[in-house]
C-alpha cells in the first residue's frame, strides 16, 4: 500500500491499518488527525512526534499489544491475530534458540516484568535470541524512571519498522 491508498483508506480502515503499527488508542487517534499526509517521509515524522507527545500511560497500552520475546507462538497467533505475522517474523530468531536460552528469556521476562510492570520491549527485527536474552539482562538493572524511556524508544523503532511494512504491503 503507498500514501495515496492509505490517504484514500476509511477512517475505520486506517484506524486498524495505524492500530496494527502501534497499540496507543491516543497514537493511532493522533495519527488520524494528519492525514493525509504528503509522503511516506511526513508519515514517519509524525508517528515520532506523536510518540514523543503521549504520557507513559499511552507507552504502556502500546506495549500490551506485543507478545513476549519467545512467548508461545500459538498464543501468540491467539492474542495479536492481527498482528501476529508481523510480530512472528520480528522474533523469528526465537525459533532456533537453545532451551536453555529459551528458560533464561521467559525467567528474564518474568523478573523483567515483575519489576517494571510491563513485558520487555526490544525492538527484535535482526536480533538472535541470544542477542535479546543480553539486552534483557543488560536492562533489568535499570532505575523505572530509565527503563521506560528505553522500552519507549524500543517501540519507536517497531512502529517505524511496522509502517514501512505497511506501505510495502
Known sequence: ????ELNRLEKSALTEALSKCCGSTAWVENMLAIFPVANAETLM??????????SET????AFT???KIGGNV?????KFA???????GEQASVK????ATLEALTAGNTEYEQKF??????????KSAEEMLALLQARLPNKPEDEILIAMGEQDKITHIRLEKLLAA
Not at 515524522?45 to 503521549?54: D, P
Not at 499511552?58 to 497500552?61: A, C, K, L, Q
Request: hydrophobic share 40%.
Open 96 to 99: 532456533q534458540a537453545s532451551q
Open 74 to 78: 500459538a498464543a501468540l497467533r491467539e
Open 117 to 126: 510492570g510491563y513485558i520487555f520491549i526490544v525492538c527484535a527485527t535482526g
Open 58 to 61: 499511552d507507552w504502556r497500552e
Open 65 to 67: 499489544h506485543h507478545p
Open 82 to 88: 492481527s498482528t501476529s505475522t508481523w510480530a512472528e
Open 1 to 4: 500500500m503507498n500514501i495515496l
Open 45 to 54: 515524522a509524525e508517528a515520532k512526534t506523536q510518540w514523543n507527545k503521549l
